[in-house]
């Protein structure tokens, strides 16, 4: 198949999946479009973009097969929806969408169109996600009763020039984006191996008080005060699923951002920012280098010159001898990676699941459980913790 790809947003993350696509044997073009000229412009020519567009709306009218989200994490929901009533295939980068409403129109048009819908979560691909689906699938935990899914990732380690970069002069009314509305590294590194979905929630979330604009709802755009927040899931087998969204914290999040701890009945897995182990009622391994990642290239690379150091790390950690790169294209080996190794599989998880009309891992259903947690997880803090609902949409057609 001849696949187009439209990648929408040429910011700090677009040029790690735009070269992999354009590598990939099965894409034939890759496009491109931004709300900056100049930006739009510059990264057209870094990176070999010969068809631009000067607006989303101008993309969408032309013949591109699949459009890339790339944009303000606040901005996916709508996006998908324009681009899967324009007929085209969605890839988005998480969350799926921050209101539940728009969550299930692109679900209804997922099954309305038979086009495909699939969510980047990088936490799918994390060396520890396989490994304990794989840990899972022999039986070795027995039955899983408890888990945790953390994001800890503070403001200071490289989001406040991120925020910048992509947020202009002001910058400060999204930097207080609502931590429980970014929900997928966590919510999803536990979902992936545990294959269930959250049916209830309570969550508290901790106002800040830093006092320098950010997190402060007389400047918020989402009027939120919330900088960190910590949410309790009931799981639809009976199970329990917590999670932390932490913005200011005393944590290396350059070294790990995302944390998973797995508790069964016969075997447990827990990590630590450096360390990761493997326990049974016997003893405990260590398998830290089984699942550490190799670096993908150097951190110098002018794709992400315009990236905070703090943040390179996690735009260029690589392959761990846990995954399985035989099932790869070949065209992708030397390539950067990122997110422990996430980049390669997602960006060829979208390409296979068009051309070979399948449903991604990562579909629209699967994003939905994903993503529903947080945002309604988000509305339990802001009524002081009360126990919510979760709806859940099912899972994804056969």
Not at 165 to 186: D, I, N, Q, R
Not at 308 to 326: K, M
Request: net charge negative.
């Amino acid at each position: 198949m001849s696949l187009s790809i439209g990648l929408v947003g040429a910011g700090q993350f677009a040029p790690s999946f735009l070269r992999l696509w354009q590598a990939h044997p099965d894409v034939t073009d890759v496009r491109l479009t931004d709300v900056l000229p100049d930006r739009l412009a510059a990264m057209a020519e870094q990176q070999g973009i010969s068809t631009t567009y000067q607006s989303f709306e101008e993309m969408l009218a032309s013949d591109v097969d699949a459009i890339a989200i790339f944009t303000q994490r606040w901005l996916h929901g709508e996006m998908a929806i324009q681009a899967l009533e324009a007929g085209k295939h969605v890839y988005s980068t998480v969350p799926m969408a921050i209101e539940a409403d728009q969550i299930a129109r692109i679900i209804e048009l997922v099954r309305e169109t038979g086009l495909t819908y699939m969510m980047g979560e990088t936490s799918f691909y994390y060396p520890s996600s396989v490994y304990c689906r794989e840990k899972l699938a022999k039986g070795e935990f027995g039955r899983v009763f408890y888990s945790e899914g953390d994001y800890v990732h503070d403001m200071d380690l490289g989001f406040y020039s991120a925020y910048q970069y992509s947020g202009g002069e002001k910058w400060k009314e999204v930097a207080s984006f609502p931590p429980m509305l970014y929900p997928t590294h966590a919510v999803g590194n536990v979902l992936s191996v545990t294959g269930q979905h959250a049916t209830h929630v309570s969550c508290i979330g901790v106002k800040d008080d830093r006092g320098d604009g950010v997190f402060d709802k007389e400047v918020s755009q989402f009027d939120n005060d919330f900088s960190n927040a910590t949410a309790l899931f009931k799981l639809a087998d009976g199970g329990v699923m917590r999670t932390n969204e932490m913005r200011r914290v005393g944590y290396p999040s350059h070294i790990r951002e995302s944390r998973l701890r797995v508790f069964g009945t016969e075997g447990s897995f827990e990590q630590l920012a450096e360390t990761s182990v493997w326990q049974t009622k016997e003893g405990v391994e260590d398998v830290t280098d089984l699942l550490k990642s190799a670096p993908s290239g150097s951190l110098d690379d002018e794709d992400i010159l315009h990236v905070d150091p703090a943040l390179r790390d996690a735009f260029l950690s690589g392959l761990a001898p846990v995954h399985d790169q035989s099932r790869l294209p070949a065209e992708f080996t030397g390539l950067h990676n990122g997110h422990d190794g996430s980049h390669h599989f997602l960006a060829d998880d979208f390409v296979r699941a068009v051309a070979d009309k399948t449903v991604p891992p990562v579909n629209a259903w699967v994003a939905a459980r994903y993503t529903l947690p947080g945002i309604i997880a988000h509305q339990s803090a802001l009524q002081g913790g009360v126990q919510l609902e979760i709806p859940d949409h099912g899972d994804a057609p056969a």
